[in-house]
């Protein structure tokens, strides 16, 4: 069964760190992009960061400086680090998998989520 | 514009269909396929269409998926219960280098 599984979230002050990790089975890992897209309650889902299977990384001007994703192949998990946390960075946190069919990438399976709450 | 803009909510019956859009610009929609997400209470999304049209195996054909120029919708006949869900439109966006979400669309079953 292919399953993503997340964990590390939790409550951290602003300004601090996080990592999350995503645990991948039932597929080859080392073949697919990874993403991780974030929900907060009031403004749905926001991309977050892909890797792709080569290595190359993006990230869009909200986390860019503050988060890097990254991912282990040999154990199979995807992860995200997280510094300089902000109130805004509140959500929950999936990791999906990404399938290429041309265009816009195209994340057809996902984990459960794991939550992240920055406050003091 | 590098923003996707779906209504807040929808509603039909059961048994009727119901048709939610997406509108982007030049920079997403325009120039890049789209994808549908549904995500039913307390659960993760799931991809739902792909590709403008394509439905993953699995997915019913009742959902539908269509594009043209900067704008996208998706199409449920005979409604459901279990159709009630929040659903995403997502694009990939040239300016941003990434994805771009649709801020969704809470469609509740009468």
């Known amino acids: 069964e292919v399953q993503l599984v ?3 979230g939790g409550l951290v002050q602003p300004g601090g760190s996080l990592r999350l990790s995503c645990a991948a089975s039932g597929f080859t890992f080392r073949g697919y992009d990874m993403h991780w897209v974030r929900q907060t309650t ?7 960061s892909t890797i792709s299977s080569a290595g190359d990384t993006y990230y869009p001007v ?10 282990e192949k040999a154990t199979n998990t995807l992860y995200l680090q997280m510094n300089s ?36 | ?15 009727q269909g119901v048709t939610i859009s997406c509108s ?34 699995g997915v019913p054909d009742r959902f539908s ?6 704008s996208a919708s998706l199409a449920i006949s005979g409604l459901q219960s279990e159709d ?10 040239d300016s941003l280098n990434g994805v771009l979400f649709g801020g969704g669309t809470k469609l509740t079953v009468l």
């Not at chain 2, 009630?84 to 966006?93: G, I, S």
Request: charged share 15%; glycine share 14%.
């Open chain 1, 6 to 8: 997340e964990s590390g």
């Open chain 1, 42 to 48: 009031g403004r749905g889902l926001e991309w977050v």
């Open chain 1, 62 to 71: 909200s986390v860019k400086g503050r988060f890097t994703i990254s991912r």
């Open chain 1, 85 to 120: 946390l902000r109130a805004g960075d509140t959500a929950v946190y999936y990791c999906a998998r990404g399938n290429d069919y041309g265009g816009t990438p195209t994340m057809d399976v996902w984990g459960q989520g794991t939550t992240v709450s920055v406050s003091s």
């Open chain 2, 1 to 15: 514009q590098s923003v996707l803009t779906q209504p807040p909510s929808a509603s039909g019956t059961p048994g």
């Open chain 2, 24 to 57: 982007g610009g030049s920079s997403n929609i325009g120039r890049n396929t789209v994808n549908w997400y549904q995500q039913l209470p307390g659960t993760a999304p799931k991809l739902l269409i792909y590709s403008n049209n394509q439905r993953p195996s």
């Open chain 2, 65 to 70: 998926g269509s594009k043209s120029r900067t």
């Open chain 2, 84 to 93: 009630e869900a929040d659903y995403y439109c997502a694009a990939r966006d």
